[in-house]
Every structure is written in C-alpha cells, then in structure tokens.
C-alpha cells in the first residue's frame, strides 16, 4: 500500500438477485458434476468495510452469490451494485482485477514462484518488475511471510497454511476495495484456522476492506462477520444482521436450528467486558483507617474491600472479618486470588478464568491497570436475559 | 551378410541412394507430415480442450485416420492424388509418389497430437482456472499463462508419439515409389541384399530413437520447473518449522 493509494472500500449491494437452473449445469468449460445453489431473490446492503459473512448449509447458495459479484457466475434477474454501479455494466476483465478474490483451494499456480503468483494482478495491470517485486515482498510481510525465504518457492513446498496466506496476499495485490472469500480457511487444521481468522481480522483493521466471506460453519460466521447473512436451501436470505442479533434473536426456527442449542454460550465469545454494566465495590488503600474501612466493608453487600495502590491498581480483596478493629491497613491482609479482566474481554474468557479461580467476579481494569469496577456472574446473566427480551443491535431490523 | 560392410562402403554414403540423401528424404517427409498434422490437430485440441466443447466430434473423427491401416490409405489416396493434379496443376509424379504418402501420415499424425492437447488442456486443475478467471485473466491469458505451461508435458508427448508413427509409416510409404530409408529394405527384399535390408532396418530404429530422445528432451525442458519430475526446484521439501516459521 506504500506506492498506492489506498482504495477506499466500496459499498456491495445485492438488489433482488436471483439464481435459477433449470437443468444439472455443466461449467463453462467443465465437467463439474457439482451443481451450484440457486438464490431466490436475495437483497441485501454491504456497508464499505465492513465483513459479511454468508452462511449456510450446502446447497444454500451462498457461493453462488459470491460469484455473482466478480461474474463466475452471472444472475438470472435482479442486480449486484458495487458503489451503486451495476456490475454488470462492467467490463469483466477489469472488474475482477479490482475483486480480491481467495477460494478455498486456493488455486496457486504451480509453476509460478510465491512471488510471481502475489503480484499476478498488478503483472496484469502492466506494472514494472521493480515494482512488482517491491508489492510482493511487501504483500508476504504483511500476511506473516518472510520474503526471502517465500518469495522463489513453489506452492508445492509450502504447507497449507502457508499457502492460505499466500492466496490472501494475491488477493490484496492490487489493492481492490472488495474481497470475496470462498471458505479461505476451511482446507486447514482447526488450530492453523483460529490463527489464521485472529491475523486476517487484525489485519481488517488496517485495511477496512469490504468483504463477502463464505462459511459452512455457523461459529467461523460469527466469529469474522461484522454482519452475517444465514441462507436456507433454495437460496432464501433466513436473517441478516449482526452475529448477536441472530444469536439472541432469531428470526425462525430454520435460524435458531442452525445457530445451535448453545447459542447462549456462543453470544458469550462475542459479548465483550464492555457491554456489562460493573459492580462498583469499595476501595481502600494501605496505611487507610481500618476501623473505617470495616465499617464500610460491612456497609456493602459484597462484604469485601478492593485494596489498590495509589494508582487504583488492585492489589487484592480483603475480607470484612479479616479487617483489624483498629490500626491501618496492611497490604499484606490482600488476598490477590481474583482474575483481572480489562474491557475488551470476551465474556467467554472471563467466565472461563472466574471458573479456573474458583470466585463469583473478576476485577476490571484499564489500559493503566487501574480499576474500573467488578464485573460478576450474575451480571453476566442478567445481559444474557436482556438479549432474550430483545436487545437490538445496530440498525438492521428484523422482518418478522 | 555383412551390415557393417554396407555402413563402411563409402558408395553407399554418395548420390541419390546414398545414406545422407535418404535420411534427409525420410526426415524431411516426417517432419512435413508432422508439421502439417501439428497445423490441423493443435489449434482443433486447444480449442475442444479449452472450452470443452465438440470433444467427441473431433476425437472421433480424428481417430479414423488411426483406424484405418496407413498402407491402405496411402493406396486409396493414390488414384485421387493423381486425379487432383490436373486439377490443382501440380506434376502426377508428385501425385504418384510423395502426395499419398504424406496424406497418409498426416491424417496418422493428428489424433495423438489433437487427443493430447485436449486432454492435457482437461487435465488442468479448474480450481485454478477458476482462480485464474476471478482475478481477471482474459480467456487468451488462461490458455498462454496457465494452460499452456500446465499441459505442456502432455502436449509435447503427443508429438513424440506422432513423429514416432510417422518415422515408421514413412518407412512404409517407399513401396509407393517414395525415398526415405525404407527403400533400403524394400530394395534388399526386391535385390535379395539382406545387407541392405539390415541396414535399412538399423538405420530406421536409430532414427527413431534418436528423434524419441530428442523430444524427451524438448519435452522437460517444455515442462515448468517447477512441476518437473520429483524433485522440486533446490530441495523441494517444507521449510524448517512449516507453519510454526510464519
């Protein structure tokens, strides 16, 4: 991205899309007996930057519209509009080589080297050697490649999660505003995919791409969408929202089936420390009054103090009866078994640490280590029971 | 008999039944006929092999070239060559001699170069063509970028089987009055000379042999580096540490 500028990221809109066939196709060129899911009139707004999960099971049709975008597939009615421009209205070549575009083979070109098979778009864009070879290394660096030992291998001799890294830096080449991704992630172990997803979605909040993300797996949806969109078969758009609107509130039953039985739980990987309301307990300091700070422990109804340093930074609970009746507070009268969670945490984490500590809350702090206030299990519940009750997220609204 | 004893007769390496005229009649008549199958059968194997339609109908027909017996086809084609040459104004002697000879082995020559285009351009993974198409490769750039390259050992094998048919049919087509080194073992037959006959024999099989590795040759310097035999590029195996180096 040093040498261009980057694209601002565009807005994808499908307008009534659909996808008939009549009879088992027959790829261009192909004997693919696979048939694609057809897509029954499928509306749906893709802000700028923002990632879009398509999900589903098979024969859903979610693929079918990824290839709708770049015109693999063309649509039988309705309208694709990228930055309010029909697509098809494009010329082809050059709207694909403005489409970032990773499948889940990947499809490296084997006789190519790492290199030449990144800068293959801009190659096509007619760029200079020098500059290709500058967006190469440039790309593997970005995508966790060392370009010296990458860039002349072949694909045959790099592992799988190697070569999914690759096919996500080809698909940044030229810097298009919109990727279609194609389970980038599903042809890799379980443990590479999780480091894979943490890194494309750290890497998302620089770039700020608009991206369709196709996934099978309802928990890869929830996890990478800023919004997702769960198809039925026979292409039909099930609901359309952020992942903790389907989690807490889904649209039908065919919805609430795929999202799972646990979909408490998984709304508990996605709710973060921040979205509690915290439990302002009392805080006291070393050297404090004790016979003070036992008169406000009693007061509580947590019965414990927070002893922090001078900083707010916690030190530890101390118990109302271990508190002396008179003197000053020691530090060593802390008891620092408690987790220390800060605001970004998923609640999954922090429950997870609460149940290994054996407590009932977990401390919060900010970036300074300084408390912000308790957060515990039943303030967990109590989210959970408002999610049920119809806590809306965002600004897509249900239908029904 | 004494097949040495032709090789070291310096008679037989001089004029027009010398060794290096019959060799340059046999190969030049090869490679016109390998040539011309090459102009027919490649683009009619790309094109069925690149977008995967009139397969059958062009396998098939080509086939019949394979299907019927070249000595048969050399004499059938005789009267029409000679018919065509007022026709078509070229000499009858061309019509009685070279025409149906290179008919023949043409018509031979095209189903293993069509068939191999065509199924080396089907044998392409189309996941990567696919991937080739969405990042907007035009169609010509799929054939030259990707198909080519990637079905070149396929490709290049169906001219070594051609030019190895067409060395051996030409060997054949001396009955019909024509050159090459088959007039050796037709003429040692005819003069009762088994020396003669032997050395026809020898020299053909050298030739072949000769033309077979240097297509072997062209073949893997055809084929990408990369997809060479096992070993891959220097080392060819994943690097130290895999995925824990990324």
């Known amino acids: 991205m040093a040498d261009q500028p980057a694209h601002r990221a565009a807005v994808v809109e499908f307008e009534h899309v659909t996808k008939r066939y009549d009879a088992p196709v027959k790829r261009r060129g192909g004997t693919s007996t696979k048939t694609p899911g057809a897509v029954n009139d499928l509306s749906l707004k893709v802000p700028a930057g923002k990632i879009c999960v398509l999900v589903g099971p098979s024969g859903c049709g979610k693929t079918t519209s990824l290839k709708m975008v770049n015109r693999i597939i063309e649509p039988t009615s309705g309208r694709i509009l990228i930055d309010g421009v029909d697509a098809a209205t494009r010329d082809i070549t050059e709207l694909r080589r403005s489409i970032g575009y990773v499948i889940q083979q990947v499809g490296l070109f084997p006789h190519q080297t790492i290199a030449d098979n990144v800068a293959t778009v801009p190659r096509l864009l007619g760029w200079n050697a020098d500059r290709l070879r500058a967006r190469a290394d440039e790309l593997l660096a970005l995508v966790g490649l060392e370009p010296g030992t990458y860039r002349d291998r072949f694909p045959s001799q790099l592992s799988g999660g190697e070569r999914q890294r690759v096919g996500v830096a080809r698909a940044l080449a030229a810097d298009p505003p919109i990727m279609l991704m194609d389970e980038p992630f599903g042809a890799v172990d379980p443990i590479v995919r999780d480091r894979l997803q943490n890194e494309f979605l750290r890497l998302q909040e620089e770039l700020a791409k608009t991206i369709l993300f196709v996934t099978h797996d309802i928990d890869e949806a929830i996890k990478m969408g800023d919004l997702v969109a769960v198809l039925q078969v026979g292409g039909v758009l099930a609901q359309f929202g952020t992942p903790a609107e389907i989690l807490s509130n889904p649209a039908s039953e065919f919805v609430a089936r795929f999202v799972g039985d646990d979909r408490g739980l998984k709304r508990l990987a996605l709710d973060r420390v921040g979205d509690l309301e915290l439990v302002q307990v009392p805080l006291a300091r070393p050297g404090d009054d004790a016979a003070d700070a036992r008169r406000r422990a009693h007061a509580d109804p947590f019965r414990y103090l927070l002893l922090v340093d001078d900083a707010n930074r916690p030190l530890g609970w101390v118990d109302e009866e271990d508190i002396p009746a008179s003197g000053t507070l020691d530090e060593a009268l802390a008891n620092p078994v408690s987790p220390i969670v800060n605001r970004r945490t998923t609640l999954k984490d922090a429950l997870s640490m609460m149940l290994d500590a054996d407590v009932q809350a977990a401390i919060v702090v900010d970036r300074t280590g300084a408390c912000q206030g308790v957060m515990t299990v039943d303030r967990v519940a109590r989210l959970m029971r408002e999610g049920e009750h119809g806590r809306m997220y965002g600004v897509f609204g249900d239908e029904d | ?246």
């Open chain 2, 1 to 246: 008999m004494d097949v040495f004893g032709f090789f070291l007769d310096p008679a037989n390496w001089q004029g027009p039944d010398g060794i290096p005229v019959r060799l340059v009649e046999h190969l030049a008549l090869s490679l016109a006929a390998v040539l011309a199958a090459t102009a027919v059968g490649l683009p009619i194997g790309l094109f069925i092999g690149h977008t995967g339609r009139f397969a059958n109908l062009a396998i098939n027909t080509s086939n019949i070239g394979r299907a019927v017996p070249s000595f048969a086809l050399m004499v059938a084609l005789l009267p029409i060559a000679l018919d065509l040459a007022p026709v078509l104004g070229y000499p009858p002697a061309l019509g009685l001699s070279f025409l149906p000879i290179f008919l023949a082995m043409t018509l031979l020559a095209i189903p293993p170069i069509l068939v191999n285009a065509y199924a080396g351009l089907r044998s392409v993974d189309r996941d990567l063509l696919e991937a080739g198409r969405g990042q907007g490769l035009r169609e010509r750039q799929i054939l030259r970028d990707l198909e080519l390259p990637l079905a070149s050992n396929i490709i290049v094998g169906g001219f070594r089987t051609a030019t190895l048919q067409v060395i051996a049919t030409a060997t054949i087509g001396a009955i019909l009055s024509g050159g090459g080194l088959g007039r050796y073992i037709i003429d040692g037959v005819s003069r009762n000379q088994p020396d003669r006959l032997f050395a026809g024999a020898v020299l053909v099989t050298t030739l072949a042999l000769v033309v077979d590795g240097l297509l072997a040759l062209a073949q893997r310097r055809l084929t990408p580096r990369a997809l060479r035999g096992p070993a891959v590029g220097r080392g060819g195996s994943l690097p130290a540490g895999g995925e824990a180096a990324a």
